[in-house]
């Protein structure tokens, strides 16, 4: 079982930057393939950004270029560095783990954390 605890979440007015960061348990943190994904009010939750084994990054196309996910394996922490925020990035943001044991994946949420943009 993975748990995953998000921090760093809050108010900023447009054009700000807010740091978000995971922590997470396990043994085996290295091999988990990480994610950032948010859900606005009335709207389908969506994948933000991610970061594999071998640290490369993927990114949403409305985040990429504002936005940096990053991870420390020796901490078991990512985090999202998150610039130039807009309205648009009001959501409540959650940390995804996906581990792959014996040919199936497993998925693992956090509990979210409130980011609000103000215009």
């Known amino acids: 079982q993975v748990q995953l605890v998000e921090s760093g979440g809050g108010l900023v007015q447009a054009g700000g930057s807010l740091r978000l960061s995971c922590a997470a348990s396990g043994r085996t943190f290295s091999s988990y393939v990480m994610g950032w994904f948010r859900q606005a009010p009335g709207k389908e939750r969506e994948f933000v950004a991610g970061?594999?084994?071998?640290?490369?990054?993927r990114y949403a196309d409305s985040v990429k270029g504002r936005f940096t996910m990053s991870r420390d394996n020796a901490k078991n922490t990512v985090s999202l560095e998150m610039n130039s925020l807009t309205p648009e990035d009001t959501a409540v943001y959650y940390c995804?783990?996906?581990?792959?044991?014996?040919?199936?994946?497993?998925?693992?949420w956090g509990q979210g954390t409130q980011v609000t943009v103000a215009s």
């Open positions: 995804n783990a996906a581990d792959l044991v014996g040919g199936s994946w497993y998925e693992y």
């Open positions: 970061i594999g084994w071998s640290v490369q990054t």
